[in-house]
């Protein structure tokens, strides 16, 4: 499967974006996808993630109820909504999949398939 991203843009602060991020293939919906972000001179963490079924997720501490993660197995897409956006959500967003196990991970070592990013600025 191949990944990618998009929806990315400059948002003021308290504002929404919607990330997509389409997949290839037809075996979309035997992964696991997950949403990483990595801003300048920071590693790449983990935002969400969710399990193949759309009926599982995870979310990092920093997002939990302003972000909500989603999937449509019919159309191949996986979705990030971001609400109450705040500066410090400023990244490249990155979307990812693993298929080896049905376990929700937040390591970005455990995806072996990843989108080339879209960037979210927003701003104060």
């Known amino acids: 499967v191949q990944l990618q991203a998009f929806g990315g843009g400059l948002v003021q602060a308290g504002g929404s974006l919607r990330l997509s991020c389409a997949a290839s293939?037809?075996?979309?919906?035997?992964?696991?996808m997950g949403w990483f972000r990595q801003a300048p001179a920071k590693e790449r963490e983990f935002v969400s993630t969710?399990?193949?079924?759309?009926?599982?997720?995870s979310y990092a501490d920093s997002v939990k109820g302003r972000f909500t993660i989603s999937r449509d197995n019919g159309k191949n897409t996986v979705y990030l909504q971001m609400n109450s956006l705040k500066p410090e959500d400023t990244a490249v967003y990155y979307c990812?999949?693993?298929?080896?196990?049905?376990?929700?991970?937040?390591?970005?070592?455990?995806?072996?398939?990843w989108g080339q990013g879209t960037q979210v600025t927003v701003s104060s």
């Open positions: 293939g037809r075996t979309f919906s035997t992964y696991v």
């Open positions: 969710i399990n193949r079924d759309g009926d599982r997720t």
């Open positions: 990812a999949a693993y298929g080896s196990s049905s376990w929700l991970r937040k390591e970005a070592y455990a995806y072996d398939i």
